[in-house]
């Protein structure tokens, strides 16, 4: 494994050392500063679990992306939200080595339609249960990136995210991604894509699987969870990613699949999940662009509907199985300000739990 490792690290060294090589820095450096608030309230009808009603301020980012050469870029922002300072995007990316973009340093990991849409741009105030549970969102590491005409692909290599800590050697992951649109023109948009990511826990052995009830203001707990799953040596996720739009109607639905594969004298165990979503938009769209969904006409109202579901039983690991059925609303007032609402019913199947939650959030973005 450390060989597979040194492998991935020279490769990422011997990247950016052709990217060094070549003409630079030619133009003057470019500024862009952005930066989003997220204001969430929540209000739960408890069943079994106490749930408190309460306000978070979900995300609080402030950075700055632009170009400092002939072709390369960067992008540094943090999060100040939950009283804590996180870094997110933290990389520099070169579009020079072949048709697409280098990136290096932290940035998401390529895996899940969900996650890899903005969080100014997601139809419901949480992602889906199994986005929450599957999805590596950003770690450390090297990847390239080319989106033309009806297809795209992403590819990266990647350890641990920036802050965190391990007793010892750091996990190696691989993942890619590929995307086919069928059709994406005025008439309407066909999204497929599958998405695979493998990742070596090497001695940190030991891997987790959980998810909030697609709220998180007041500190909702986790409704389903697998607990510290040990003797893992490795996992390896599928996503399956399908999509479709026409003018004001929206669709998407994936399905993921988590294999952990365990040490000698412990079976392997497989978790699940699906979620299917849909939108109507009164008064304009949903833009979609780069495998992924984009903004709504600024203005417009729309509707949504969401079925989430997450299985997280297999032998001896009961972490509980979960389905969600959320109703949306949302008010896009200007380009940089949206106003989202959503009921959400909770189903947990293992215990009976069935609380509901109203949730809303202010949100600003630029």
């Known amino acids: 494994m450390k060989v597979l ?27 862009n500063v952005g930066g989003r608030i997220h204001l969430d309230a929540a209000k739960y009808d408890d069943d079994i679990v106490p749930l408190n009603d309460g306000v978070l301020v979900r995300r609080a980012r402030l950075g700055a992306n632009g170009t400092f050469g002939d072709g390369w870029g960067y992008k540094v922002e943090w999060d100040f939200a939950e009283n804590n300072v996180a870094a997110n995007d933290l990389f520099i990316s070169y579009r020079g080595l072949g048709p697409g973009e280098f990136k290096l340093g932290q940035f998401k990991v390529p895996f899940g339609l969900n996650e890899l849409t903005s969080s100014n741009a997601i139809m419901f105030i949480e992602r889906s249960l199994g986005t929450e549970a599957f999805a590596d ?5 090297a990847g390239y990136e080319h989106f033309e005409g009806n297809y795209g692909y992403q590819a990266m290599v990647y350890s641990r995210r920036t802050g965190s800590s391990s007793t010892g050697d750091q996990p190696l992951g691989v993942g890619g991604r590929f995307v086919f649109n069928p059709m994406n023109d005025d008439s309407g948009m066909v999204h497929l894509g599958i998405a695979l990511a493998y990742e070596s826990t090497d001695d940190a052995d030991s891997v987790r699987f959980r998810a909030r009830p697609e709220s ?32 004001p109607v929206s669709v998407e639905a994936e399905y993921m699949l988590t294999d952990v594969s365990r040490g000698t004298g412990n079976s392997d165990v497989d978790f699940s999940a699906f979620h299917i979503q849909g939108s109507y938009v009164l008064g304009g769209q949903r833009s979609y662009r780069g495998g992924r969904f984009r903004g709504v006409t600024p203005g417009a109202w729309e509707l949504g509907l969401r079925y989430s579901w997450l299985d997280l039983n297999d032998g001896v690991i009961a972490g509980g199985e979960q389905s969600n059925v959320t109703l949306a609303v949302n008010y896009y007032a200007t380009r940089n300000v949206r106003f989202m609402g959503n009921i959400i019913r909770v189903d947990q199947d293992d215990t009976g739990d069935k609380p509901w939650a109203l949730a809303m959030r202010a949100q600003v973005s630029f």
């Open 5 to 31: 490792r040194n492998c991935g690290v020279a490769a990422a060294v011997a990247g950016l050392g052709m990217a060094l090589s070549l003409p630079a820095f030619a133009q003057s450096p470019t500024v």
């Open 137 to 141: 969102a950003r770690r450390l590491g």
């Open 216 to 247: 998180r203001a007041g500190g909702s707990p986790r409704l389903v969870d697998t607990g510290s799953i040990g003797n893992a040596s490795s996992t390896l996720k599928l996503g399956l990613e399908a999509a479709w739009m026409s003018g």
